[in-house]
């Protein structure tokens, strides 16, 4: 004869399945993370996207002040608008991004600069699209679009 289930038995049962569901893998938005960075005029700001959790990390730690040295970024400017760094119709390729103390002043630009001379980014302007604002500064995370 078989026996009906207790409640707890079934509590337990929901419970185990609830605990499980959370072992799916997350979201690919909650693997990104977004953060403000200040230019040398207000007007410069611009918006990073990051997906490598030692660079979220990094950027979280210039954010709460434990890391005040690397504080400025640097990566691979890419032509197009994209909804997290709007006004602008370009981007800092994700998987290009660094921090940095100092850099050479080949890949120094305003980012309205930047913004203004798209064209001619990853000729002398700007080579191989490497971009190193040194008035950058990772200021805060922002929500995501």
């Known amino acids: ?11 337990a049962a929901v419970l185990a399945v609830a605990m499980l569901s959370g072992c799916q893998s997350k979201p690919q938005d909650a693997q990104r ?4 960075v200040t230019g040398a005029k207000p007007q410069d700001s611009f918006v990073i ?25 640097t990566g691979l400017v890419v032509p197009g608008q994209l909804a997290y760094n709007a006004p602008w119709h370009f981007y800092v390729d994700p998987d290009s991004i660094s921090f940095f103390e100092m850099s050479t002043e080949v ?26 604002p040194w008035a950058s500064k990772v200021s805060e995370e922002v929500p995501a679009p």
């Open 49 to 73: 996207m990051l997906k490598n959790p030692d660079m979220i990390a990094a950027a979280r730690a210039i954010v709460g002040g434990q890391e005040q040295t690397k504080v400025h970024v």
């Open 1 to 11: 004869m078989m026996r009906k289930p207790s409640l707890s038995m079934l509590a």
């Open 107 to 132: 890949c120094d630009a305003a980012t309205s600069y930047v913004e203004a001379h798209l064209a001619e980014v990853g000729g002398a302007f700007l080579p191989g699209r490497r971009w190193c």
């Open 33 to 36: 993370a977004y953060f403000k």
